[in-house]
T-cell receptor, first 113, second 115 residues
Framework: NAGVTQTPKFQVLKTGQSMTLQCAQD?????MSWYRQDPGMGLRLIHY???????DQGEVPNGYNVSRSTTEDFPLRLLSAAPSQTSVYFC????????????FGPGTRLTVT | GESVGLHLPTLSVQEGDNSIINCAYS??????FIWYKQESGKGPQFIID?????DKRQGQRVTVLLNKTVKHLSLQIAATQPGDSAVYFC??????????????FGKGTHLIIQP
């Protein structure tokens, strides 16, 4: 198993540009989520999904969209990048929400200038 | 706001000593807690978890203690090794009756191992 994979590893955007961060898992996990991690802070939940076709907002959803058309993939879209979105983004998956171990991807480091 | 937190942002220990990393949480309804280890440039890695119906759980060289009376969680690492150097996060899963909430993370403690 590759586990949770994320692409790209690094990205630089200009303010106002849009892009999609890719996330895929091959463990047949129903639950997937996106977090952002800022310096000196823990991870904060952006969006999550309990299965294909179902998504919901987390703690900091503004400026981000998600979709879940398959069990394997959970892309995160930045609609109009802002400097405040400079962060490291982690995708995670687990068998079941909340009460089971979440597996994290290696992260995408995004800089918005 | 933060519902979990760690008492110290940095903890420095001698190689071979035992390490204790602490975490306080405020949601008394939380029923599942996890410790993660994050090495530089990598995603968080699961270490050990504990449910609210337990007060202690042991793994390989690690022990998690849960004190629900004072809402305190700790991670003990025995015989600390250089490879233990990382940022350690506690996280809680709020009880949501089967809902789909994600984990709430604390800010992390950076464990530094001195030779």
């Amino acid at each position: 198993n590759a586990g949770v994979t994320q692409t790209p590893k690094f990205q630089v955007l200009k303010t106002g540009q849009s892009m999609t961060l890719q996330c895929a898992q091959d463990m047949n996990h129903e639950y997937m989520s996106w977090y952002r991690q800022d310096p000196g802070m823990g991870l904060r939940l952006i969006h999550y999904s309990v299965g294909a076709g179902i998504t919901d907002q987390g703690e900091v959803p503004n400026g981000y969209n998600v979709s879940r058309s398959t069990t394997e993939d959970f892309p995160l879209r930045l609609l109009s990048a802002a400097p405040s979105q400079t962060s490291v983004y982690f995708c995670a998956s687990s068998y079941s929400p909340g009460r089971y171990e979440q597996y994290f991807g290696p992260g995408t480091r995004l800089t918005v200038t | 706001g933060e519902s979990v937190g760690l008492h110290l942002p940095t903890l420095s220990v001698q190689e071979g000593d035992n390490s204790i990393i602490n975490c306080a949480y405020s949601n008394s309804a939380s029923d599942y807690f996890i410790w993660y280890k994050q090495e530089s440039g990598k995603g968080p890695q699961f270490i050990i978890d504990i449910r609210s119906n337990m007060d202690k759980r042991q793994g390989q060289r690690v022990t998690v203690l849960l004190n629900k009376t004072v809402k305190h969680l700790s991670l003990q690492i025995a015989a600390t090794q250089p490879g233990d150097s990382a940022v350690y996060f506690c996280a809680e899963s709020p009880y949501s009756g089967g809902g789909a909430d994600g984990l709430t993370f604390g800010k992390g403690t950076h464990l530094i191992i001195q030779p």
